[in-house]
Each structure stands twice: as structure tokens, then as C-alpha cells.
């Protein structure tokens, strides 16, 4: 079978099964992107539990750019890496207010000029802000891609330009989604539950191939 072949079934059994749902809660913009820049290193659910703190206590745009960098810190501090998180924060809210009119850019180019903006966090915004085709190749879609057999890649930026020639531009974004609630469901890092799996017929890993090995 070939990989496009493949992908067009992955995707069309992942949609049978699974929500195409960002699970971090964000209502304007840049709360989608402040709040996708803290879950580098840090499970969406206490990102969540941040971020109302954070919008609640700072609830516009300006006013994350005046706030205390210190009490900035101490909120994000749960998140981990919070020093970088947290001046990144502050300075991309900066950024915006002077530079964008407040609200966040819907072109790669200009999110990758953000302050702690890479490539995952522009196409997430991309594909959910935007519906713009975007694959964002968190460690969930990195795994399961490998797994499965639709790249032979691990790099992030290698990862998602494979995804993107074999994947639908319109089912880029959603697929993501998916693999998300399919990586934490069944697809595991550890012990994944292959038995279970309704790809098994289709997946390299499950029919005893192994996953692309991380370069040292």
C-alpha cells in the first residue's frame, strides 16, 4: 500500500473514532497561542488550570504586555520552564500590541517572528485559528506517524513536510487532533494497546516493525 494510500485510511478511521478537538481552552487568539507556548513540556490539562488564572487575572492582551514579569512567572510556574515561558509571554504580547494592532498574524512567516513561536505553535494557530492546512508535529503525531509507517522520520520539520505530501490539505489540521486523543488513548508512548488498536491491520509497529529510532 502506498503512503498516501495509507494516510487517506488512517485519517478516515481516526474520524470514526475521534473529535477533531484542540484540548486546550482558549477563547481569543493569543490565548490560543500563549496557552499552546506553555504546553511545551507540560500535559494540556494543567496548562488549562493556568491559563484561567492567567486570562482571569490579565484578561486583555495589553495588559499581559504591562504585567509584572515576576507575578507573570509565578502563575506560569506549574507549566515548567516558566522564566522562558513567562518572558516570552510578555514579550510576544508586546509584540503584537505594537506590531500586529492586537491581534495575532495568520501567515507562518510573521508567527515564526513571535517571541517562543516555532513551527508546532504556528500551525496549530494556522489550522485552528485560521482553518489554514497545517500538520503540527507534537510528540503524539511524531510517534504514531513513525509507528504506523506514513514517515521514516523523527525531526519535527521532517515529520510534518512527509504528512503534508500524503495527507489531504484539508484533513491536515484535524488529523492532528486525532492523533492527540489516539496517542493518549490507545497509540501509548509506553505499552501501547495494539490488541485494541483498530489499525492494527495497517501498522508497521503492530505487525512487529519497529518505529523510526530518535537521532542522537
Known amino acids: 500500500m502506498r503512503k498516501k494510500e495509507l494516510a487517506a485510511l488512517v485519517v ?32 494540556d490539562a494543567r496548562v488549562n ?25 509565578e502563575v506560569v510556574k506549574p507549566c515548567g520552564l516558566y522564566r522562558v515561558k513567562a518572558t516570552d509571554i510578555k514579550k510576544c504580547a508586546n509584540v503584537l500590541v505594537e506590531q500586529y494592532g492586537g491581534k495575532v498574524p495568520d501567515e507562518m512567516d510573521e508567527l515564526l517572528k513571535l517571541p ?10 494556522l489550522g485552528d485559528l485560521f482553518g489554514k492546512p497545517a500538520v503540527v508535529t507534537d510528540t503524539h503525531c511524531i510517534r504514531i506517524a513513525g509507528r504506523i509507517g506514513l514517515t521514516d522520520n523523527t525531526e519535527p520539520y521532517k ?12 484533513e491536515q489540521n484535524d488529523t492532528c487532533h486525532r492523533f492527540v486523543h489516539f496517542g493518549r488513548d490507545i497509540c501509548t508512548a509506553r505499552s501501547p494497546k495494539c490488541s485494541l488498536c483498530f ?15 530518535k537521532k542522537k
Open 12 to 43: 478516515e478511521r481516526l474520524r470514526e473514532h475521534y473529535p477533531a478537538s484542540c484540548s486546550l481552552v482558549a477563547v481569543k487568539d493569543y490565548e490560543l497561542l500563549f496557552a499552546t507556548r506553555l504546553s511545551a513540556q507540560c500535559t
Open 49 to 73: 488550570v493556568v491559563t484561567a488564572e492567567l486570562f482571569s487575572r490579565w484578561p486583555t492582551l495589553e495588559a499581559i504586555a504591562g504585567a509584572d514579569l515576576e507575578e507573570l512567572m
Open 116 to 125: 517562543g513561536v516555532g513551527r508546532k505553535t504556528a500551525n496549530l494557530v
Open 159 to 170: 515529520v510534518e513536510m512527509d504528512l503534508k505530501k500524503i495527507i489531504e490539505p484539508k
Open 199 to 213: 489499525l492494527q491491520d495497517v501498522c508497521r509497529y503492530a505487525q512487529g516493525g519497529k518505529q523510526p529510532a
